[in-house]
Every structure is written in C-alpha cells, then in structure tokens.
C-alpha cells in the first residue's frame, strides 16, 4: 500500500514569535549529522523554536522539547536506544530519518508508551524481504561500512524534499499525534525520482520494545456465545467482507512492511485464484494463503483471510504462554493428548522421527482453551493449539504431528468456531472414509438446484479432459462433507490419473463447490508437473514409507497402477442427488441467527459423545481488521497428517466403530483392517 504524500510547508514566521506560549507554534530538537540534519533544522526553525544538536545523543534537551527529530544522512542507528530511552522518560514523540543507498526512510513516528514503534516497522521490514536471513547476513557482514557512509545519491533537492516532508510531519503530530503519516507508517522518498510512498504497519505484539500481551489464564479462555443474526437462513457469514477488500489491502498488504506482502493472482480449473504471501517471523519462507473463486476479487478476499487464519495458527500472538507441567501435575484440568489420536508405535521408534511418545510425567507447555461439552476451560499442550511453536532444545519435542487443521477465521469469534468445525469434519470424513474403505455414495452433481455446480465440474474437465466425481461422506453428525475426484479416462504412459480433494458446508451443494474449487486449480497444476515426476511418484507407490510431504500424497495417485486402491470408492454401488442431501439436512442450519447453527453444530457432537474445543488464538492483528481466529479440536475426530509415518489413528476407537454404525460392514473394525496405505488428500 503507498501512495503520493502532499506536503505542505508552514507559513514561515520570525523564530522569535513562533514559540508554542505566544503563538501555538512548537518547540522541536533535531540531532543528527550530515545534510539531512541541516536542512530539516533550518526548515523547522522557520516554523517553531528549534534545539538543533550534532550527533545523537539526547542529553541536554531543553524541557519544552515537544517533539525530537533524528536525522541522519546513512543507516547509522547506534543512537535510537539512548533516544528513546529519554523520549520514554519525558514522554516526548520523536521521528526518525535515515538515508539508504537509494531511499531515505522518515518514520515511524514513536509515541512513547503506545505500541507501534521503530523496532516494530523494522521487523515487519526484515521479514517481508524475499531473502530474510541472507539480506541479515549481508548486513551484519557489512554493518561497519553501510551503517556509517552516507548515501551518494542525496542530493540539495532531495534532502530539501525531504526537510519539507518533515515539517508538515511535525505539524501534523503537534495537531493531533493520531493523524501524522508516520504514525504506524514511514514515508520512502526514491532518491532517482523523487517520488514519495508510504508504508503502514501494524505493530508487533512480540516486539521487545513496546510489545505487551497479557498472561493466557483461564479466566480469558471462558467463551459465551452470543447472538449474531444472519441476512438470510442461508448465509453462514456475519458479515459482506467482499465489500472490505480495499481496505483489508490498505490494512494488511504493503511489499515493504505489511503483515502480508503481496498478492498474486493465476488462472486454473476455470477459476481465479489468487495467492497472499506472509512472511513469517521465523524462517526464511513464508506461508501462503490461497483464494479460489469464479473472481479475483473475491480470490484475493480468500487468500487474504486463509493467511490471516495461518498466521493466528502458527505460534501464539494473542496471549503468553505461562503454564508448563506434566500431564500427571495438570490431569484435572488438561486434555489427554492420546484422545486426538497418536503416531504408531512403529513410528515412535524411526530413527530421527521429530515427536516422542506421550508420557505422563514429562514437563510440556499449555494454553488454555474452552471444553463445550463439559463448559468449562481445559488445558491443551501447546504444540496441538499452535503448529509450528519454537523449541530450544530437542528434549522439548512436541508428542504429536500437528497442522493448521480446524484453524479458523471469522468476522466474529462464532463464526470462527463454526468454520473451524467444518475443516475438522470435513478432514475426519475424509479419512474415516479413506482408512475404512467405506464405499459411499456418488453424488449426480447435475441434480443440483444451484447449476454453479454442474457448470463447474463441467469447466474442469473441457480444461483437463478429466471426469469429476464427487460422494458423499457425511458422517452420523450430519454435517455435510463431499470427496471430489478427478479421474484421467485413459491410462496413458506418464499422465496424471486421479487427484481428490474435500469440501464441507452446512449447505450440501456449497460444500460441492468447494472441494470443486480445490480440485480444479490443484489439478491443473498436478497435471503440468506430473511428467517430470514420474519416476518419483513410481518410487513412492513401491514404498509407502517414502510418503514424506503433502505433495507426495497427491503425486502418488497420479500413478495409474495404484488407482485401483480407490475402486472401494469409485466402484461404490449407490448413487445421491444433492435435493437428497439437502433433505437429509432438513432446515436444522436455517436458522436466522448464526450462533443458533453453531450451538446445532455443537450439540451433535457432544450428543455422539465427543467433545468441541475451542483455543481463542486471536491477535491484535486479526482484531485490526474486526476477525477472530481459533482453533477448534474434536477429540476422536481423525486428523490429517502428512508423511505416511506421521499418520495418527492410534488411539481412537471411533475409526473402528464408525464404518459399523453407518452400515458399511458387518462388524466394528479391528486395526489390522484398516487401510495401510497412504491418504490421497492433496
């Protein structure tokens, strides 16, 4: 997000009237060196009572100091700690600039005692750049020489544009802080053109220096739902947020210092998708959140918000984590991390395998979260709540593979919960139907009411040639959830034969469109690289154990000999119409309130006697743009893994009982039955 900053110079009046008792100009203290210091002191100087002093050090400012300005010709900062250090202490503002190589930096303004501040912009900064760790070696390598030369391409016109900038920056700050444009923002002016851009951020809630967030409690984990009423029985949102892209964009993407920094947009499966990318704090790459829709805009919405749930998902930012003990220490209060399922034993023992064996004794750390079936909040380990939470030693490894699985965002922290109960079903109906081998029922998708969605599948295969498919793999709770495939008609040499993706809604035929959306962009791309991945696709499907990333869960059905470990599925005798589907839903998700469908949700899962946990993992981030974000585990429920040996269904009888219940076998199923080859979810 930049644009164009108007700069206005103050009316220049005699130094002698301008002093903030007599006239309500404003006293200012410029430090620093160079020709940026110079000229930034003489313009203020027209303008107001100006302290100016060579070199950084804030010692001797006058007491009506009402504003500082550091300014400096390179990118030496070895001062801003003994800066605001004192600006802390009297409560005084100040504003940094600084010349890079082809760019001076004005900002961030720091308020004293307000989040927001240089070290913060500097984070978002550093890790927004497409190579993080190779850009802080260079400078570490190079401190000495670039932190002290000033720049070549500062020139008289240049640092006057600059000095202009600055005055209307401190006139902005003495009228009201709040409206500076380099309040949780800098200004770039481009050296070779002089053009102006500015960069928002949003303040880190980690930053050493004014981040601060409150202790994880119980007490901050109660949830009470409240009413939330929809715009129709069938919307499943709280909120229009397609109307708010602009100002997502403003508030979250910037190349320079957004939380996000950038967005791409890409064409597969007749639809429009788009990608945000985000940098993490650790690590040199970044995730990414994807959009998928028949526009960008409404690709771009998607992408925005998936990466804005992942980024609630990774490690905590809303709240710190303060309780560490062993299960045993903490049983009448936490989560028996066994009743989420667990690696095989076999597993357990890999050499180098990255989790250990659950033990009751063994100190971990906890976050709170909230127990709907027993009311109440409930301990989680940390590294279920969060998927990619820092260790400092390898004692600490977590007990369990875990990903962004029933992570959710919403407008509001109902919605969040609702979505994030729909991943994890969608996900366990999946792979119950996967490792059970359940042959459910094909969906004849041209009986649909909303004709998107024979339109759809229709659009993926003029692109592909593929046929699609779709069944249904709705469960006893009754939420709808679909399996889509894509199947290549013909077994040609090195073509890509089958890709499946998943869907879940409480509206059957929008849980179609989903896993359609899924299929058709994966599968476009699928089909592209499958050729030069033959020969590992062929290895995988001679090795199961070879099974290792996401990726290969999909490449391994690309291989034509093993589609037929999907004729329990593809040869499945009963056939279902969506009006069908939607009969079997009734009008129990048509309420016009959403909470009313969430609390519906809720109480048929705990009726099947399991439990809804809810881990509030909301930031100030999220709370910028108005969202709530949680993670939502459904003990019993099989969670997705990726890696063949990082599969978790030990420990759940329910993946036995299931298939029997519904009537898909004669008998509950014993482990041995279960299928012992790798899921193809993508």
């Not at 001062?79 to 600039?97: A, F, M, N, Q, S």
């Not at 998607?302 to 990466?307: H, K, R």
């Not at 129990?588 to 309130?593: N, P, R, T, Y």
């Not at 099947?608 to 100030?620: E, K, L, S």
């Amino acid at each position: 997000m930049s644009s164009g900053c108007c700069c206005s110079m103050l009316e220049i009046r005699d130094p002698e009237q301008s002093r903030r008792a007599e006239s309500g100009g404003f006293a200012c203290a410029v430090l620093g060196e160079g020709i940026l210091h110079r000229e930034i002191g003489r313009a203020l100087s027209a303008s107001g009572t100006v302290h100016s002093q060579p070199g950084l050090n804030p010692e001797g400012l006058p007491a009506d100091t009402a504003v500082l300005v550091a300014a400096t010709d390179s990118w030496g900062t070895s001062g801003y700690p003994d800066i605001r250090k004192v600006c802390t202490e009297r409560g005084v503002p100040w504003l940094t600039v600084h010349a890079e190589l082809g760019t001076v930096v004005i900002g961030p303004l720091e308020r004293p005692g307000i989040a927001g501040c240089l070290h913060c912009m500097e984070l978002r900064r550093r890790r927004a750049r497409s190579d993080p760790e190779g850009n802080a070696s260079a400078w570490d390598q190079h401190r000495p020489a670039i932190a002290e030369r000033p720049s070549s391409w500062l020139t008289g016109l240049a640092s006057d544009t600059v000095a202009a900038l600055v005055v209307h920056e401190v006139s902005l700050l003495t009228a009201g802080p709040a409206t500076a444009q380099t309040w949780r923002a800098t200004l770039h002016l481009d050296l070779e053109n002089l053009t102006v851009s500015r960069h928002r951020f949003l303040p880190e809630p980690l930053c050493p220096v004014c981040g601060s967030l409150p202790a994880d409690t119980a007490e901050l984990a109660a949830i009470t739902l409240v009413a939330h009423p929809k715009a129709t029985p069938d919307t499943y949102r709280v909120r229009p947020t397609i109307r708010e892209l602009d100002k997502l964009v403003d508030g979250y993407v910037d190349a320079e210092t957004g939380l996000i920094s950038a967005l791409r947009r890409d064409t597969k499966g007749g639809l429009a998708i788009a990608a945000a990318v985000m940098p993490q704090r650790r690590g040199k790459h970044g995730e990414f959140g994807w959009g998928r829709s028949r526009s960008y805009r409404t690709s771009e919405l998607i992408a925005i918000l998936e990466a804005l749930e992942r980024y609630g998902g990774i490690e905590p930012g809303g709240k710190r984590t303060v309780t560490s003990g062993s299960y045993a220490e903490l049983a009448g209060q936490a989560l028996d991390p066994r009743t989420l399922g667990v690696h095989p034993a076999a597993s357990y023992a890999l050499p180098g395998f990255a989790f250990q064996p659950f033990d009751e004794t063994v100190t971990t750390r906890w976050v709170w979260g909230y127990s709907f079936a027993n009311a109440e909040p409930i301990l989680v380990p940390e590294d279920v709540a969060y998927y990619r939470v820092p260790h400092d030693t390898p004692s600490e490894r977590p007990f369990l593979y875990e990903l962004s699985n029933g992570d959710a965002i919403g407008g509001c922290l109902e919605e969040a919960i609702l979505y994030g109960i729909l991943e994890v079903a969608e996900r366990d109906a999946f792979l119950m139907t996967w490792y059970a081998q359940m042959p459910a029922p094909r969906i004849d998708l041209s009986s649909a009411h909303n004709r998107v969605v024979p339109l759809q599948a229709a659009a993926i295969t003029a692109e592909t040639g593929y046929e699609v498919l779709a069944f249904d793999t709705t469960l006893q709770q009754g939420i709808p959830c679909i399996w889509a495939m894509a199947v290549n008609p013909h077994d040609a040499g090195d073509a890509f034969k089958a890709l499946s993706c998943a869907g879940s809604h409480l509206d059957p035929e929008h849980a179609v469109l989903n896993a359609l959306g899924e299929l058709g962009s994966i599968l476009f791309s699928s089909v592209r690289s499958f050729p030069s991945e033959t020969e590992h696709a062929h290895r995988l499907a001679a090795d199961s154990s070879l099974v290792a990333s996401m990726h290969d869960h999909s490449t391994l059905y690309g291989v034509a000999d093993v589609f037929p470990r999907l004729d329990f599925l593809t040869g499945s005798p009963g056939m279902r119409t969506l009006p069908e589907m939607r009969a079997a839903v009734g009008s129990a998700f048509q309420h016009d309130d959403l909470t009313a469908d969430l609390r519906q949700v809720i109480h048929r899962l705990v009726s099947a006697g399991m439990d809804v946990i809810v881990v509030d993992q909301t930031t100030p981030e999220h709370r910028h743009g108005g969202f709530a974000c949680v993670k939502v585990l459904v003990p019993g429920a099989l969670p997705m893994t990726f890696g063949h040996d990082y599969r978790r269904v030990d420990g759940l009888p329910r993946l036995l009982e299931t298939p029997y219940q519904l009537g898909y076998c004669n008998h509950p199923l014993r482990y041995e039955e279960i299928n012992p080859f790798p899921h193809p979810f993508p």
